[in-house]
């Protein structure tokens, strides 16, 4: 089990391979299918800013945010796979989620020195894990806004890392 | 209709069990991996899925923060009666379990269009996610049972309802069916899976059989067709969480109805993630 701390430096990355389990503490940003795109969009506008949204070094958790608790959804859904590239390109280094990426999002994340890292989908246990959430961007979107979560050693299998996927490995 | 607060009462507490707790056969099925995957590397996976499970049903807080859609299915004994009214209690009941769960609040305002397009935002209250239609089914015996289920989005991306051109030989729908649970179980990410299976003649009755199925099965009795599904599926070396490995399938729930006198059979299949089914049932 590998110790990582947010915001996550290029060395960190560097160090994490396919079946690394880690245990993240810090912050991360809870966001998905309705909030990602709309991310996106900013960061192509160069607004992002005046949100006081800083994504160098940051992770991201595919996962609505509820008094239901978190968990990951399908990060392979077009919403939220699509947008792994540019968010890689503007400094997320840990994309969070569940499911088989495509090898095109496997190269964008080895192109960006970003990795993906599968969180076990057990809610129950995971809302232990978090310290603190808010939101932070798109509060109109309810559990789906763009949340920031504070979290104590929560748990990830890192997935894809350096062109290298778990989805691949037969 | 017995008291309406009665009724109301007993489908909360259906539906938050059927959130929070696992069915004795899927803890069992569940404890004999653990036994039997002591050295394996993905027994930490199993015996993970087995303490969240007991952590939610201790604390009664959700086994997935996807809490789901509701679900009701009736099964209608010898002299009982549906009335409207005990369709709207059964209706208040969910929305009650649904606001004391809490689920998560995911029902989505606006027209027609706006719900399509979720442009106008979702409701605050998880009470005001709208109850599937009901199925009813009639059954040995008195009274009424009240079966809800709680259908998550993940499993849902990964469910396929369409014709088979069966040939006239089973070995042909169930290598069609294990196919779509292959290319299913591979993107689910939540493995091990439960593939539901319903077989009908149409596409309602298939759907219907499924969700039948999913009531009435069992991980611990299986017969011969559930337990080659399950075998073929683990064959593909998928594993929990996608990671690759054993199991990818703890059990198959199928349920064949009636078939129509042509080349097609009509399939529905739900791969139930590693969370589901999350089902409960009260009697009236």
Same mark, same amino acid.
């Given at each position: 089990m590998k110790n990582i701390k947010t915001p996550v430096s290029i060395n960190d990355v560097s160090k994490l391979k396919i079946l690394d389990k880690i245990l993240i503490t810090g912050y991360i940003y809870a966001g998905r299918d309705v909030v990602l795109p709309k991310l996106v969009t900013l960061i192509k506008k160069n607004k992002l800013s005046s949100l006081g949204i800083n994504l160098d070094g940051s992770a991201i958790f595919h996962t609505a945010v509820s008094p239901a608790g978190v968990g990951p959804t399908s990060s392979n859904k077009p919403e939220i796979e699509n947008s792994?590239?540019?968010?890689?390109?503007?400094?997320?280094?840990?994309?969070?989620?569940?499911?088989?990426?495509?090898?095109?999002?496997?190269?964008?994340?080895?192109?960006?020195?970003?990795? +993906?890292?599968?969180?076990?989908?057990?809610?129950?246990?995971?809302?232990?894990?978090?310290?603190?959430?808010?939101?932070?961007? +798109?509060?109109?979107?309810?559990?789906?806004?763009?949340?920031?979560?504070k979290v104590n050693s929560f748990p990830a299998i890192i997935a894809v890392a350096h062109g290298k996927s778990i989805f691949k490995l037969e | 209709?017995?008291?309406?607060?009665?009724?109301?009462?007993?489908?909360?507490?259906?539906?938050?069990?059927?959130?929070?707790?696992?069915?004795?056969?899927?803890?069992?099925?569940?404890?004999?991996?653990?036994?039997?995957?002591?050295?394996?590397?993905?027994?930490?996976?199993?015996?993970?899925?087995?303490?969240?499970?007991?952590?939610?049903?201790?604390?009664?807080?959700?086994?997935?923060?996807?809490?789901?859609?509701?679900?009701?299915?009736?099964?209608?004994?010898?002299?009982?009666?549906?009335?409207?009214?005990?369709?709207?209690?059964?209706?208040?009941?969910?929305?009650?379990?649904?606001?004391?769960?809490?689920?998560?609040?995911?029902?989505?305002?606006?027209?027609?269009?706006?719900?399509?397009?979720?442009?106008?935002?979702?409701?605050?209250?998880?009470?005001?996610?709208?109850?599937?239609?009901?199925?009813?089914?009639?059954?040995?015996?008195?009274?009424?049972?009240?079966?809800?289920?709680?259908?998550?989005?993940?499993?849902?991306?990964?469910?396929?309802?369409?014709?088979?051109?069966?040939?006239?030989?089973?070995?042909?729908?169930?290598?069609?069916?294990?196919?779509w649970a292959t290319e299913g179980a591979r993107l689910l990410g939540c493995t091990p899976c439960t593939p539901t299976i319903g077989l009908g003649r149409t596409h309602y009755e298939a759907t219907s059989l499924m969700l039948e199925a999913m009531i009435k099965g069992n991980f611990t009795v299986q017969n011969n067709l559930e337990k080659e599904i399950t075998s073929k599926l683990n064959k593909t070396n998928i594993g929990p969480l996608g990671l690759s490995g054993w199991p990818t399938a703890l059990a198959t729930f199928l349920q064949i109805g009636p078939q129509r006198a042509s080349g097609i059979r009509v399939a529905s299949l739900r791969l139930c993630c590693l969370a589901e089914p999350r089902k409960a049932c009260c009697t009236l």
């Open positions: 792994i590239p540019a968010l890689s390109q503007a400094g997320v280094k840990l994309h969070l989620g569940k499911g088989a990426l495509s090898e095109s999002t496997v190269e964008a994340l080895n192109a960006n020195n970003s990795i +993906f890292a599968i969180v076990p989908p057990l809610s129950a246990l995971l809302s232990e894990k978090i310290i603190k959430k808010k939101v932070v961007a +798109f509060a109109e979107e309810g559990v789906e806004a763009l949340h920031l979560l | 209709m017995k008291d309406e607060q009665h009724v109301i009462s007993k489908i909360k507490d259906t539906l938050i069990k059927a959130s929070t707790t696992f069915s004795d056969d899927k803890k069992k099925v569940l404890s004999k991996l653990i036994k039997q995957n002591k050295s394996h590397e993905n027994g930490w996976i199993i015996k993970s899925i087995l303490a969240n499970a007991l952590v939610a049903e201790k604390n009664k807080i959700p086994l997935c923060d996807d809490t789901g859609i509701p679900h009701v299915i009736l099964e209608l004994g010898k002299n009982s009666n549906l009335t409207y009214d005990l369709i709207k209690a059964i209706q208040q009941g969910v929305k009650q379990g649904l606001k004391e769960l809490p689920g998560r609040p995911m029902a989505v305002k606006g027209d027609d269009t706006q719900r399509l397009e979720q442009s106008q935002g979702l409701y605050k209250s998880s009470g005001a996610i709208a109850i599937a239609p009901i199925q009813v089914i009639k059954m040995k015996g008195p009274g009424i049972k009240v079966h809800i289920l709680m259908q998550g989005g993940g499993p849902e991306i990964r469910a396929k309802t369409s014709k088979i051109f069966h040939e006239h030989k089973i070995s042909v729908i169930i290598e069609e069916i294990v196919n």
